[in-house]
């Protein structure tokens, strides 16, 4: 079964996103980067990782970017998982050429969403990454 992960610090956002997506997968939600990695670390160390994180950028305690980092490395590090990457979707409200380079270009993330988002092509985004979600 397909989870999905939200770690943003705007309470409205993540109702907003655990609403659409909670269609597709049960989702969890964090109130910003730190509490996202330890969420994300759990799952890994159960067995049972994320399918989908969708990351705001800007947040406190620690930003969407060194988040999304260290996941891609804690990836790198357990080999019983080196075959599967998590899907990560940006969704902020930074319309930022700069993040977009930095994090498409980079291949830390699967896609960028600048909010607020379109239901219908985050829809058709989870379709395209997430094959399986129907």
Request: glycine content about 4%; charged content about 30%.
């Amino acid at each position: 079964m397909k989870r999905f992960l939200i770690v943003d610090d705007d309470e409205m956002g993540r109702l907003m996103l655990q609403d659409f997506l909670s269609e597709f997968a049960p989702c969890d939600c964090a109130e910003n980067g730190k509490e996202g990695l330890a969420f994300f670390e759990k799952a890994l160390a159960g067995g049972d990782p994320y399918d989908l994180l969708c990351v705001d950028l800007i947040m406190p305690e620690m930003n969407g970017l060194a988040l999304i980092r260290k996941i891609r490395d804690i990836e790198k590090m357990h080999p019983v998982f080196s075959d599967i990457r998590t899907k990560i979707f940006v969704i902020s409200a930074s319309d930022s050429p700069w993040d977009k380079a930095d994090l498409l270009l980079d291949n830390l993330c699967d896609d960028f969403i600048t909010k607020p988002f379109n239901r219908t092509s985050l829809k058709e985004n989870l379709y395209n990454n997430l094959v399986n979600i129907y």
